[in-house]
């Protein structure tokens, strides 16, 4: 047969490889995660994440107003907790003047139409680094959701339009979906971290909030990265018990699970390109491996074609510049 169908015709230019692309990424598919300390005029950066940094509160107004100037609507908080106000049970997390409720307020009173999603897990504020209470060695499911559903009523009291869970335990979105309706917080969405693998990428964000577990591994609770069919359950018993939008975390390894999940849900799904993966291509950018900004791109349109809706990313700010 003589060749009619030439798939080349559709590459041939610029103008016609931008007619008929399948997915474009904007500002507004993302989430720009923020880490805040205490003190003043502190902005440092995180030795593992080179170029990203933790902020005080009187320099978190600033950034966040840039983050909207660059067309980012959306911030994720977490706070690097001192370790004086660390206990076994998180007790810091639930102080109304506490840092991450201070935090909250900074951002709404700088940029007021700017969405604040929190970081609900107990492991910044936990002696023992870990997402829950710890008993005998052992982390205490139920106990520890109490007191993640009063965390999530604290960020909402600050002004937070969203708590996003990232504890893996079970039955955590009922218990805050629950208390949240009881106290009128109805409008406060969950974006649960629902599929959040036991990962070796997290390590960089452990040092960023100095949050690394004093004993053992996250894998009684976070998920075995061998697993697809898991992943599927705990975003649909998520989805039932309250969570507005889904995670799949980390990002990259688990492109699969983005888009099995975003062929089965009804809600928006969620990615998070880790604090492992931005240092990973930081790392071989600086030696001139690879093309930094050609890499950041490639990965970011990745979890677009996968299927994400919405990306958490280091990265956020830097494609956004390069788009501009
Ligand atoms: C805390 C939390 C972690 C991350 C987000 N929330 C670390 C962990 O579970 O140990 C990781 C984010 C990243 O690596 O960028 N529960």
């Known amino acids: 047969m003589q060749q009619i169908r030439r798939n080349r015709r559709l590459r041939t230019n610029d103008a016609i490889r931008s007619l008929v692309r399948e997915n474009i990424i904007t500002p507004h598919d993302f989430l720009v995660p923020l880490f805040i300390v205490e003190g003043k005029d502190v902005k440092e950066e995180i030795p593992s994440m080179p170029n990203y940094y933790r902020y005080s509160l009187d320099l978190l107004g600033n950034e966040v107003k840039e983050l909207w100037s660059l067309g980012l609507k959306s911030v994720l908080l977490f706070v690097k907790v001192p370790d004086h106000l660390k206990d076994n049970k998180g007790t810091e997390a639930l102080n109304s003047d506490g840092l991450m409720q201070r935090a909250i307020k900074t951002v709404k009173e700088a940029v007021p139409e700017m969405l604040v999603m929190t970081d609900v897990a107990l492991d910044p504020y936990s ?8 008993e005998d060695g052992q982390i205490i499911n139920d106990e520890t959701c109490k007191i993640l559903a009063e965390m999530s009523l604290s960020h909402a009291q600050a002004g937070a ?164």
Not at 127 to 133: E, K, L, P, Q, V
Not at 269 to 288: C, D, H, R, T
């Open 161 to 324: 339009d969203f708590v996003a869970p990232s504890d893996m335990m079970d039955g955590r979105i009922l218990s805050m979906r629950e208390l949240l309706e009881k106290e009128n917080y109805k409008n406060t969405g969950i974006m649960s971290y629902s599929a959040k693998y036991a990962s070796a990428f997290y390590g960089p964000f452990r040092d960023a909030l100095d949050s690394a577990p004093g004993f053992g591994d996250k894998k009684t609770y976070q998920m075995d990265f061998a697993n697809r069919d898991e992943a599927i359950k705990e975003t649909l018993m998520d989805i039932e018990e309250g969570a507005d939008i889904v995670m799949v975390k980390p990002g990259l390894c688990y492109l699969d699970m983005v888009r099995d999940i975003r062929d089965v849900v009804d809600v928006p799904v969620a990615v998070y390109q880790v604090s492992g993966e931005y240092a990973m291509l930081k790392a071989a950018a600086e030696k001139g491996w690879l093309d930094h900004d050609a890499v950041m791109l490639e990965q970011i349109m990745a979890f677009k074609r996968a299927g994400a809706q919405i990306i958490a990313s280091y990265f956020a700010k830097d494609v956004v510049k390069l788009l501009n």
């Open 127 to 134: 002696s023992y680094g870990h997402d829950g209470i710890v």
